[in-house]
């Protein structure tokens, strides 16, 4: 089959082999009319990055991406989205069928209540939005009963960044967190990239490198804790 | 002097040599905290592809551009701006050097009334985003009272799209306004495009076609009008 025979040129290592790791990357965009709509300035590099790394780990892996620049990995399933429900619905489709779940997507909390059908006109001085709540995917996919995946969340903040990675990790009952400080330049549109990856009893530090190298040395991290997590 | 030699070569006739073209393109961002933004969906093509016919005409071009994935037209001054305050203040400084004004980019019309410093944390149901109105960049430059230019709007519109040009036409006491049919699949994400275009007195329709033969057909119709309007 032409996928394994992909992946088995491009692995550099069996680590994943015979695991199938669905991720998330790059923005979404939420719709105010047809033509203007909120969105955030994830590059999706991150998540992409992550990507190729496990593949080369000898993974299947199934990516869903947000509207970015990016070319599809080779041997990655790419599925294209847009909006948040349906980045959700794609999400909770293909998580039972794989192993690990990677949400490096930023991924918008609201959406307009309403959407305008026409372009909306700018009679008033002033104009006031109002949004509602997305569905969270991640912790959707952390909730699941049956055929959980391990589950590996980014915390993208301005802010007490630990703390609210921390908080995030154990509300939402997930295996592995990365707390990434963005914002005045770093993080989304930067080249490179600093980590904190926290779980349940620990933590390790990855310090600022480049996107590709970051993503292997959290791959490290991850592939550790999931066998970890599996009693291998 | 270089710029004048570039001109020469990229130049394919000499209508507008000696004449200073301001352009606009791309879309604005409106920060809501230092990751959100709101944003639309023009891509900035149509922009670059007519500062690109004017470059060819002969004239010297200043591209005052939103964030756009596209290269600079050669011999073109380009001036990178985020928000449409930012592009305002680039172009009211520009547009008294110039002797048209071409304004294609998609500003926003609203920006948040109070960017939040932090980013904002999903706490609530539900949000109301408070906005409040951009300046008017092309109605400013269309009101100097002294080194006017020609000025050339466009109007991206989902319906009704000629009556609001026209009164577009005469509220902003534009020269020229470009109709333009946006959303579902046309305009903005489109590599082709249509226009109406119109003036006090008249009007042409350029049908559907690639957006760098759309910029050629309409740069036909701008000279003709901009010299008829100077009595050449």
């Not at 719709?31 to 590059?43: A, K």
């Not at 959700?88 to 305008?116: C, G, K, N, S, W």
Request: aromatic content about 4%; hydrophobic content about 45%; overall charge negative.
């Amino acid at each position: 089959e032409l996928r394994a025979r992909v992946i088995e040129h491009f692995a550099r290592d069996d680590r994943l082999v015979g695991h199938r790791v669905l991720i998330t990357a790059g923005p979404t965009r939420e719709p105010l009319d047809p033509v203007r709509f909120i969105t955030n300035r994830s590059t999706g590099q991150q998540g992409f990055a992550i990507a190729e790394a496990c593949l080369a780990a000898g993974a299947q892996v199934t990516l869903v991406a947000g509207p970015v620049n990016l070319p599809t990995p080779p041997g990655a399933a790419r599925i294209d989205v847009e909006t948040a429900a349906q980045m959700h619905a794609a999400v909770m489709q293909q998580a039972p069928a794989h192993d690990l779940f990677i949400a490096t997507a930023a991924v918008a909390d609201y959406r307009a209540a309403e959407p305008a059908e026409r372009k909306l006109k700018k009679s008033a001085e002033t104009l006031s939005i109002e949004l509602v709540r997305n569905p969270d995917i991640l912790a959707s996919v952390a909730a699941l009963s049956e055929r959980r995946p391990f589950c590996v969340g980014f915390a993208a903040e301005t802010h007490d960044v630990i703390a609210y990675a921390r908080d995030k990790l154990q509300r939402k009952r997930l295996d592995l967190i990365c707390a990434n400080e963005v914002g005045g330049g770093k993080g989304f549109e930067a080249d490179d990239n600093a980590l904190h990856v926290l779980w349940d009893a620990g933590g390790v530090e990855l310090p600022r490198q480049g996107k590709r190298e970051l993503a292997n040395a959290l791959l490290d991290v991850i592939i550790e804790r999931y066998h970890a997590s599996h009693g291998a």
